[in-house]
């Protein structure tokens, strides 16, 4: 019997939690390194003139948030809403606020365009050489990137190289494979 993508999914997730919960303490300054490496070099072909869209790390993410005092770039970050749709807002000096899913935001600030963004930076347990994402379940950056104004905005996975799946990842037709990825061995672009 064939298992159906939501299980293969679920076997993947399991799998590439537990080597990312592995690997990522010894590679983690390493991703950061090559993340800043990637931006400084945007930065200095003019491809980096809007907002640097960040996330707020999770439990066994590669933590981010020290580029916003590494970069002369405005940050945005993600919120989460009941509807399982994503915003993104800038993440100036207003306090964070718990978004739909828990995770701090700054929900007082204004929500951006798509047009305002430069650059996404996304988290994943796992990414395949074609650039299909494997998250978490919850859909939102799918939802977001379904969106054709939004396909727009550049999104970058950032993840340990051993996540990176040579085979393909189970995926839906609504799965939006991602620009690229960004791992301890540097940035990678997908094999359309």
Not at 70 to 93: E, F, G, M, N, V
Not at 111 to 118: A, G, V
Not at 129 to 138: E, I, T
């Amino acid at each position: 019997m064939k298992m159906s993508t939501n299980s293969l999914k679920k076997n993947h997730r399991l799998k590439y939690k537990a080597i990312r919960e592995k690997v990522l303490p010894k590679v983690e300054e390493l991703i950061l390194n090559q993340v800043t490496k990637k931006l400084q070099n945007l930065l200095i072909h003019g491809e980096l003139n809007g907002y640097l869209g960040l996330y707020w790390p999770l439990k066994g993410e590669v933590d981010l948030l020290k580029l916003k005092s590494k970069l002369k770039t405005p940050i945005a970050l993600p919120a989460s809403q009941k509807d399982r749709t994503l915003s993104y807002h800038p993440w100036k000096q207003s306090p964070l606020k718990k978004d739909f899913c828990g995770i701090p935001a700054p929900l007082d600030e204004p929500i951006l365009m798509p047009k305002e963004i430069s650059l996404l930076l996304v988290p994943a347990l796992a990414v395949d050489l074609y650039g299909q994402r494997l998250g978490y379940g919850g859909g939102f950056y799918d939802r977001l990137r379904k969106d054709p104004i939004w396909r727009t905005v550049k999104a970058l996975i950032v993840l340990p190289q051993e996540c990176v799946a040579i085979e393909p990842l189970p995926h839906e037709d609504w799965d939006v494979p991602f620009d690229g990825w960004i791992s301890e061995k540097g940035a990678f672009n997908p094999c359309y």
